[in-house]
T-cell receptor, first 110, second 116 residues
Framework: GENVEQHPSTLSVQEGDSAVIKCTYS??????FPWYKQELGKGPQLIID???NVGEKKDQRIAVTLNKTAKHFSLHITETQPEDSAVYFC?????????WGAGTKLIIKP | DSGVTQTPKHLITATGQRVTLRCSPR?????VYWYQQSLDQGLQFLIQ???????AKGNILERFSAQQFPDLHSELNLSSLELGDSALYFC???????????????FGEGSRLTVL
């Protein structure tokens, strides 16, 4: 079955710098790759997603890239701000279920 | 506000007891998912219901059970509780069964279960 690996588990960056979180997946049938953000004390919330027929997608300071050949996708956050501090989860969908990565705790240092 | 309502927000109980967690999905959403999140852990998928029928099963223990009612709300029943069952339990809903459209999940704020 599908397996999603997410790295790093913790990422600490200076405010204003960029952050990159990477995920790899194993099942080439996966066709949908969302990223969720979980703030402290809250449930995860979708922040951006990408489908397998697209290589990159941007939404203001957030972008996701997908390399289907290498089976990996990444979340890029530019000009990080304190409110970006959270746990980020990637996921892949090979059929009708999401397979989740283990999460990355992003810490923004002032 | 995601539109998904979970009750109770906090629950403290003893080992061996049974509890019921309740979830009301977003208006119009037919799918309900239950997830377990232990301290500093990822999201463990437990079970999904779509329009009253079980759609998919994940790592749900036999001591746990769930159902979705005709009004689409769902309940997760946890019995013979153990210390290791202490966790955040999230409910999420989506408009579809999965595999079509964006498949966005809308999460509630969770029910924090503490087993003493």
């Amino acid at each position: 079955g599908e397996n999603v690996e997410q790295h790093p588990s913790t990422l600490s960056v200076q405010e204003g710098d960029s952050a990159v979180i990477k995920c790899t997946y194993s099942d080439s049938a996966s066709n949908y790759f969302p990223w969720y953000k979980q703030e402290l004390g809250k449930g995860p919330q979708l922040i951006i997603d990408i489908r397998s027929n697209v290589g990159e997608k941007k939404d203001q300071r957030i972008a996701v890239t997908l390399n289907k050949t290498a089976k990996h996708f990444s979340l890029h956050i530019t000009e990080t701000q304190p409110e970006d501090s959270a746990v980020y989860f990637c996921a892949a969908r090979p059929n009708y279920q999401l397979i989740w990565g283990a999460g990355t705790k992003l810490i923004i240092k002032p | 506000d995601s539109g998904v309502t979970q009750t109770p927000k906090h629950l403290i109980t003893a080992t061996g007891q049974r509890v019921t967690l309740r979830c009301s999905p977003r208006s119009g959403d037919l799918s309900v998912y239950w997830y377990q999140q232990s301290l500093d852990q990822g999201l463990q998928f437990l079970i999904q219901y779509y329009n009253g029928e079980e759609r998919a099963k994940g790592n749900i223990l036999e001591r746990f059970s769930a159902q979705q009612f005709p009004d689409l709300h769902s309940e997760l029943n946890l019995s013979s509780l153990e210390l290791g069952d202490s966790a955040l339990y999230f409910c999420a809903s989506s408009v579809e069964a999965g595999g079509r459209g964006t498949g966005e999940l809308f999460f509630g704020e969770g029910s924090r279960l503490t087993v003493l």
